[in-house]
């Protein structure tokens, strides 16, 4: 238990540390990775390069300092966040780690203004807020489907759109795949070229057809110097017969409607990855979908052949291509003629489609806990925690 001194200073110093987040997470990462090398097997060297969600870490331990007297406000976010720490394998061990170089990253970046009052308080609320998140990976590791990483072969490859491809693998080993739930991702880890640590990502699962097989899409990213270290190795180094090393499934997006709701399942770009599963599940178990996929250019759009085959297969199914070159933005009007007191709204892609999405939802009086979400990036940079 943190004594009310402690919550005090904590509370207090969190707008400081917010104003130098930044100058924190790059001192932090930095220091992290010479003296703990062996980490760069696990983080994301291209959202390091991007300068993207690298800050996520330190933005949530902050996040979760704000609530330090009431730690059960953000164990909806921490959940979503274990889930990706149990997929990637980030053990308890890691911890005191990374809150040894998060502290002194604190006190190199604050200097003396970071008493020895201050320091001590964050330790001990570094402590507490690890522990939330050991705690429900330990739950997580417990009931996942297999230990580690296991080694896939691939059985199937196919274009999907102009940037994504599917792939289809089978367990090599003696592994059983468990029932898969729509909206579950695996993460595969990779020893790309050219790179001579591993990198592991995280992609959704497209179909639950339940057969022994995990079916997952992956998006061409960046470009030029940009150019994601996986994603580019997968599209152009892999093929039917290779190998793939993935662990167990994960994540809590899932349909959770009672069954008489219809769902509008809103998607772009990779987004369209669990709302397909979602489609193919709920449209076969004969709730009413309708399925709206926002993308630049027909031309472009993943996975056109298997939406209309649903579309065509299940009269409760209903799709719309909102295509940005033809509609333009999807806009509050296009959005209202869709949604009533009957609809539940399901929502995945980027960033800055799910920022414009909510914009769009707030002018007709839907906050985001009216909405099932799923961010590719962290949920705690969308939600107001
Ligand atoms: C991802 C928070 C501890 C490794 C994340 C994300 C958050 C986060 C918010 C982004 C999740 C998303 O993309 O949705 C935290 C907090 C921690 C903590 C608050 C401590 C209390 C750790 C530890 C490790 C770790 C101990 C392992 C050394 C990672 C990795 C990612 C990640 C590898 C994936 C993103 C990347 O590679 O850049 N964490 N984390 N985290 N975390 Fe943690």
Same mark, same amino acid.
């Given at each position: 238990m943190l004594s009310e001194q402690t919550k005090e200073i904590v509370k207090q110093t969190v707008p400081v540390l917010e104003q130098y987040g930044n100058e924190i997470t790059k001192v932090f990462y930095e220091r992290l990775f010479e003296a703990h090398p062996e980490l760069l097997n696990i983080f994301n060297k291209s959202n390091q390069k991007q300068g993207k969600q690298q800050t996520a870490l330190a933005q949530t331990v902050l996040a979760a300092a704000k609530h330090i007297d009431q730690l059960e406000a953000i164990v909806p976010n921490v959940n979503q966040i274990a889930h990706k720490h149990r997929a990637l394998q980030?053990? /308890? /061990?890691?911890y005191p780690i990374v809150g040894e170089y998060l502290l002194k990253a604190i006190k190199e970046v604050l200097g003396d203004a970071a008493t020895d009052d201050i320091m001590n308080a964050w330790e001990e609320a570094y402590g507490e807020i690890a522990s939330v998140f050991i705690q429900m990976e330990k739950a997580m590791y417990e009931q996942a489907a297999w230990d580690d990483f296991q080694s896939f072969k691939i059985t199937n490859i196919e274009d999907q759109g102009t940037s994504m491809k599917s792939f289809e693998v089978e367990p090599e080993e003696n592994i059983k795949v468990p029932e898969l739930i729509a909206g579950q991702y695996i993460t595969v880890r990779i020893k790309p070229t050219n790179d001579e640590n591993l990198a592991l990502r995280h992609y959704s699962i497209f179909s639950v057809k339940n057969d022994g097989k995990i079916r997952f899409a992956v998006k061409r990213e960046g470009a030029g110097e940009k150019k994601g270290l996986v994603s580019h190795d997968l599209h152009d180094s892999y093929s039917v017969g290779d190998t793939l090393e993935i662990s167990a499934p994960a994540g809590d997006f899932k349909v959770e409607s009672p069954e008489d709701k219809k769902l509008l399942l809103l998607s772009s770009g990779a987004g369209v990855t669990p709302m397909l599963a979602m489609l193919e599940d709920e449209g076969y178990k004969g709730r009413d979908v309708h399925f709206v996929h926002v993308n630049e250019s027909e031309a472009d759009v993943p996975f056109k052949k298997e939406i209309d085959a649903l579309n065509v297969m299940n009269n409760n199914v209903e799709v719309t291509y909102h295509l940005r070159e033809r509609d333009g933005y999807l806009t509050s009007d296009e959005l209202k003629s869709w949604i009533n007191e009957d609809v539940e709204i399901y929502l995945c892609g980027g960033i800055t489609f799910m920022d414009t999405i909510f914009e769009e939802l707030n002018k007709l009086?839907?906050?985001?806990?009216?909405v099932h979400f799923e961010p590719f990036g962290p949920k705690m940079s969308i939600t107001n925690v």
């Amino acid at each position: 238990m943190l004594s009310e001194q402690t919550k005090e200073i904590v509370k207090q110093t969190v707008p400081v540390l917010e104003q130098y987040g930044n100058e924190i997470t790059k001192v932090f990462y930095e220091r992290l990775f010479e003296a703990h090398p062996e980490l760069l097997n696990i983080f994301n060297k291209s959202n390091q390069k991007q300068g993207k969600q690298q800050t996520a870490l330190a933005q949530t331990v902050l996040a979760a300092a704000k609530h330090i007297d009431q730690l059960e406000a953000i164990v909806p976010n921490v959940n979503q966040i274990a889930h990706k720490h149990r997929a990637l394998q980030v053990k /308890e /061990e890691h911890y005191p780690i990374v809150g040894e170089y998060l502290l002194k990253a604190i006190k190199e970046v604050l200097g003396d203004a970071a008493t020895d009052d201050i320091m001590n308080a964050w330790e001990e609320a570094y402590g507490e807020i690890a522990s939330v998140f050991i705690q429900m990976e330990k739950a997580m590791y417990e009931q996942a489907a297999w230990d580690d990483f296991q080694s896939f072969k691939i059985t199937n490859i196919e274009d999907q759109g102009t940037s994504m491809k599917s792939f289809e693998v089978e367990p090599e080993e003696n592994i059983k795949v468990p029932e898969l739930i729509a909206g579950q991702y695996i993460t595969v880890r990779i020893k790309p070229t050219n790179d001579e640590n591993l990198a592991l990502r995280h992609y959704s699962i497209f179909s639950v057809k339940n057969d022994g097989k995990i079916r997952f899409a992956v998006k061409r990213e960046g470009a030029g110097e940009k150019k994601g270290l996986v994603s580019h190795d997968l599209h152009d180094s892999y093929s039917v017969g290779d190998t793939l090393e993935i662990s167990a499934p994960a994540g809590d997006f899932k349909v959770e409607s009672p069954e008489d709701k219809k769902l509008l399942l809103l998607s772009s770009g990779a987004g369209v990855t669990p709302m397909l599963a979602m489609l193919e599940d709920e449209g076969y178990k004969g709730r009413d979908v309708h399925f709206v996929h926002v993308n630049e250019s027909e031309a472009d759009v993943p996975f056109k052949k298997e939406i209309d085959a649903l579309n065509v297969m299940n009269n409760n199914v209903e799709v719309t291509y909102h295509l940005r070159e033809r509609d333009g933005y999807l806009t509050s009007d296009e959005l209202k003629s869709w949604i009533n007191e009957d609809v539940e709204i399901y929502l995945c892609g980027g960033i800055t489609f799910m920022d414009t999405i909510f914009e769009e939802l707030n002018k007709l009086n839907i906050d985001q806990s009216g909405v099932h979400f799923e961010p590719f990036g962290p949920k705690m940079s969308i939600t107001n925690v």
